[in-house]
Every structure is written in C-alpha cells, then in structure tokens.
Nanobody
Framework: QVQLVESGGGLVQPGGSLRVSCAAY????????MGWYRQAPGKQRELVATITSGGVTNYADSVKGRFTVSRVNAKNTVYLQMNSLKPEDTAVYYC?????????????????WGRGTQVTVSS
C-alpha cells in the first residue's frame, strides 16, 4: 500500500506565495504521474497540475503562469509552488500518484490520494 503525505498548507494573503509538498511512502517500484488536485467548499475536486516521471507537466488554465509543479523522483516527492495567490485558490489541496508497488516478481498498480492540506488565501 502506498501512502501520500502532504505538508505546507496554510493561510496567505492575496498576492502571496506558498509551497506544498507531498511524499509517497511504501513498497514503491515506480511512480508514473504525480499531481495536485483541489476542492473548494461546495465544488467538485479539480485538477491543478500534474507531472510525469519524465518531467512533462500539465496545468489547469486557472493556474498557468502562477503555479509550478516539480518532483524529485529519487525522493518520491512532488511539490507545488504557488505564486500570486488569489482568494479563489482557497481549497483543500490533494496529492495524487499512480504507479507500481510490491515486488519486482509480483508488482501491482496503485493510484493513491493524500488526505489533503488546507490552503486559504485571505487578507
């Protein structure tokens, strides 16, 4: 079983910056895509940004130019640097990862979610 642990959320003023991190733990053989999703009160969970093991990124239009997703494969960790934050960025941010776990002779695929970290943008 693969667990994802997020950290780094908090309260920030509009225009400010924040970085959230997510580390994956468990019997991980490989991770394909890691990414961030968010869910604001009363809204559906939506994609924020993803990054493949090869470094190919994908962003929601609403965060392009403001957010940057990165990862350190050797640490099974993904980061989301958020700049020029707006009140509408307020949400619980969830980490997601998919790949293979177990042993080389008996691998199984996984798709795991973290518990989420609150990001609040307010003056």
């Amino acid at each position: 079983q693969v667990q994802l642990v997020e950290s780094g959320g908090g309260l920030v003023q509009p225009g400010g910056s924040l970085r959230v991190s997510c580390a994956a733990y468990g019997s991980i053989l490989s991770i394909n895509t890691m990414g961030w999703y968010r869910q604001a009160p009363g809204k559906q969970r939506e994609l924020v940004a993803t990054i493949t093991s090869g470094g190919v990124t994908n962003y929601a239009d609403s965060v392009k130019g403001r957010f940057t997703v990165s990862r350190v494969n050797a640490k099974n960790t993904v980061y989301l640097q958020m700049n020029s934050l707006k009140p509408e960025d307020t949400a619980v941010y969830y980490c997601n990862a998919d790949g293979f776990s177990g042993t080389a002779s008996d691998p199984s695929d996984f798709n795991s979610w973290g518990r989420g970290t609150q990001v609040t943008v307010s003056s």
